[in-house]
């Protein structure tokens, strides 16, 4: 079992639709949650970045945290065509042996005008 | 206040051949962390430099290393390069306080030919 495990999609949604995006987590060392968003050809921008269970707002971005069920989502509420790129969920913690941020594999994302 | 700054951008090698490339972090931070990116294995660990020391290292080949300068920039080297490790090789800055936000940088595609 991987110690993150993300849905690669493709995800296709229409312009103005809510967007949930999910990771799960084996690991209980894992502290820090974050979320990048990558877009082709680039380097990976953090969009969101909790400590504690719960919900985060940021805009039209939520990030939600349950450590209990090991279970990180993000929602974009209004989605733009803008938001098309590949999300994908960080988690720092003692991963492997060594202190590091674990990511997992992305999901493409496209919103469609 | 300036992003991270990888160069080159771009590499073709042959495969034999050794690679050095440069991360200038966001200034202040004191941490330089280093990732591989391949559509197979998504972002991998590679290893992170805080204060000229290797703190914490990923499960890769002696073939890659790095180093940290006394003005945080690190640089990574590829020895006897393969032809797998063409990658996107990122490199993430941050204050190196336990879990804080990493900053990447766009990265240095290397192709392996």
């Known amino acids: 079992q991987k110690e993150v495990e993300q849905d690669p999609g493709p995800l296709s949604v229409p312009e103005g639709a809510i967007v949930s995006l999910n990771c799960t987590y084996s690991?209980?060392?894992?502290?820090?949650f974050m979320w990048y968003r990558q877009y082709s050809r680039k380097g990976p921008e953090l969009l969101m970045y909790t400590y504690s269970s719960g919900n985060k707002e940021d805009g039209r971005f939520t990030a939600q945290v349950d450590k209990s069920s090991k279970y990180i989502s993000l929602f974009i509420r209004d989605s733009q065509p803008s938001d098309s790129a590949t999300y994908l969920c960080a988690m720092f913690g003692s991963g492997a042996g060594s202190y590091q941020l674990t990511f997992g594999k992305g999901t493409k994302l496209s919103v469609i005008p | 206040k300036a992003g991270v700054t990888q160069t080159p951008r771009y590499l073709i090698k042959t495969r034999g051949q050794q690679v050095t490339l440069s991360c200038s972090p966001i200034?202040?931070?004191?941490?330089v962390s280093w990732y591989q990116q391949t559509p197979g294995q998504g972002l991998q660990f590679l290893f992170e430099?805080?204060?000229?020391?290797?703190?914490n290292k990923g499960n890769f080949p002696g073939r890659f290393s790095g180093r940290q300068f006394s003005n945080s920039r690190s640089e990574m080297n590829v020895s006897t390069l393969e032809l797998g490790d063409s990658a996107l090789y990122l490199c993430?800055?941050?204050?190196?306080?336990?879990?804080?936000?990493?900053?990447f940088g766009q990265g240095t595609r290397l192709t392996v030919v």
């Open positions: 430099y805080f204060s000229e020391t290797q703190r």
């Open positions: 200034s202040g931070h004191r941490s």
């Open positions: 993430a800055s941050s204050s190196g306080t336990g879990g804080s936000e990493a900053f």
């Open positions: 690991n209980s060392a894992f502290q820090y």
